[in-house]
């Protein structure tokens, strides 16, 4: 059945959405999978870490990424089939995600220092074990922290027992710019929590765009289903 006005709009702007959607969707579901089996990473989850953090994270990255993909594919297939009940399923799934954004941002905003000490724990928990196996999985670890906060084990610029895990740099003022990876995730915190709690706001309002998109496309449809009947006026 065909739509048109608003309705059409709201398609176009829906298969877009999921497309997207679906993208990071498998992204996600993909950096998961491959931080749980890795033959890198798989590491963790076989030694006793005194902070579950990572763990923790990647089970979520999995779960989030396959759910993205699920509500993408029930997107895709309500618009294909242009089935009203499978876009009230997909639209609950969205109402679900708004809220969980809403609330993360929140609880993350609410919650930075506990959030900084647990990053904090891991990262030390990570170093030591690092200094005494020397564990190539752990080196990887240290490098994703190094390079993404631009910082060197505990010590900064006098780190001695890490360096080679951290980011090469050719000039001195650079190297003595070099913070401690503990005070680099604090300060990365404190200075951008609020776009943090940004990013988690303007992504549920996308959701809630993709939301309206649904129920206006849905009412499109239930009206172009009806019957529609035509009056005939009759001259005596």
């Not at 992204?27 to 579950?52: C, K, P, V």
């Not at 609950?92 to 506990?114: H, P, R, S």
Request: hydrophobic content about 50%; charged content about 10%; overall charge neutral.
């Amino acid at each position: 059945m065909a739509v048109d006005g608003c309705g059409q709009c709201c398609k176009i702007l829906l298969v877009i959405f999921n497309i997207i959607f679906a993208v990071v969707g498998f992204a996600m579901l993909g950096l998961g999978l491959w931080l749980r089996f890795s033959s890198q990473t798989r590491g963790f989850f076989d030694i006793d870490l005194n902070t579950q953090s990572f763990i923790i994270g990647v089970v979520v990255l999995i779960a989030v990424g396959a759910l993205m993909l699920l509500v993408a594919i029930l997107g895709h297939c309500g618009l294909c089939n242009e089935s009203r009940s499978t876009l009230g399923v997909f639209s609950g799934f969205l109402g679900l995600l708004c809220g969980a954004e809403i609330a993360a941002g929140i609880l993350a905003y609410v919650n930075k220092d506990a959030v900084v000490q647990n990053l904090s724990e891991f990262y030390k928990t990570i170093y030591l074990q690092y200094l005494n196996k020397r564990d190539p999985s752990q080196a990887v670890t240290l490098r994703i922290f190094h390079n993404a906060l631009n910082c060197c084990g505990i010590g900064g610029m006098l780190e001695p027992f890490v360096r080679d895990t951290c980011p090469e740099k050719s000039e001195i003022w650079d190297v003595l710019k070099t913070s401690s990876c503990l005070t680099a995730i604090s300060n990365l915190f404190d200075s951008n929590a609020p776009v943090v709690l940004g990013s988690f706001i303007g992504i549920a309002v996308l959701l809630i765009v993709g939301l309206i998109c649904s129920a206006i496309l849905s009412a499109a449809l239930k009206k172009s289903s009806q019957p529609q009947y035509l009056s005939t006026n009759y001259v005596f």
